[in-house]
């Protein structure tokens, strides 16, 4: 959509890609080199339209009843990602799908090691983890754990 407002609750046989930020040689509105980095990321990601444009069709996804939201290689450090997600766990039914190289047992001690109230959240909100390189998952030949993904995703 051209306007993350355009996002219908109707509309639930769309696939969504939204990457938010951690990509490098970006140019900033300006013409300024730019990466997304470090503790601000919030002010960095309004301070350029294209990024707030993006954080927000990711806010207007997610806010929809029922969806699902797989998440590959993001370690759940950036507090205004988790809150989303946390919001859309408890008010949406959003269902959380983690494909991750880090055994479960570490991924949940590392998420619930602050106590933050939005990854407890995360962490009951989980319905299915791979413990998985996405090398694994998408090898040049075909995949059973690929063909799992996607029946855990789109056909329930």
Known sequence: P???TEV?????NLLYYVKLHGSMNWKSSDGRDLMVIGGNKPAQIHREKLLQWYFDLFQQVLSCPNRRLLVI???FRDLHINSVIAQSIRQHGLK??????QSPEGFKTELLRDG????????????????RELKDVCPA???????????????Q
Do not use: M
Request: hydrophobic residues 30%; negative net charge; without cysteine.
């Open 2 to 4: 051209s306007n993350p």
């Open 8 to 12: 219908s609750e109707g509309i639930s």
């Open 73 to 75: 290689g993001h370690g």
């Open 96 to 101: 959380l799908y983690i494909i991750s190289p």
């Open 116 to 131: 933050d109230e939005d990854k407890k959240t995360l962490w009951q909100g989980l319905t299915r983890y791979w413990n």
């Open 141 to 155: 030949h075909q995949s059973y754990v690929a063909e799992d993904i996607r029946r855990a995703i789109f056909l």
